[in-house]
């Protein structure tokens, strides 16, 4: 008797998962052009937690953004939706603080994984 290949369903999930992935980050690519707005992968990138801070956490949840680097009152923010009115309100209140925002596209798991430095303070 033959024997059939045994199906590993874990390997398949995992290429799933790497397939949605890559996906998603195509997509907020293409959505930067739309927008004008460059896009940017958190993912390969440090993530400033003096940034990350002038957000708060539950804020920048809510509105899917991430502050990532702060060089002295110049703030870049990472936002799945430019137009988005909770983001855009947060933007403005980065500019009220004295900051020149600048903005960029980023996926939600590139986000997340900024998210994820908040536990480091």
Do not use: C
Request: avoid cysteine; charged fraction near 35%.
């Amino acid at each position: 008797m033959s024997q059939l290949p045994q199906f590993n369903e874990q390997k398949q999930d995992e290429r799933l998962h790497e397939l949605r992935a890559r996906e998603e980050e195509q997509l907020a690519e293409m959505l930067s052009g739309k927008y004008g707005v460059e896009y940017i992968d958190l993912t390969t990138r440090s993530v400033d937690t003096d940034a990350l801070r002038l957000i708060p956490e539950k804020s920048a949840r809510e509105a899917e953004v991430a502050a990532f680097r702060k060089i002295n009152k110049r703030i870049l923010v990472a936002m799945r939706a430019p137009e988005r009115p909770d983001a855009v309100l947060i933007m403005q209140n980065l500019e009220r603080l004295g900051y020149r925002v600048e903005r960029f596209i980023a996926s939600h798991n590139s986000l997340e994984h900024a998210w994820e430095r908040y536990k480091d303070h």
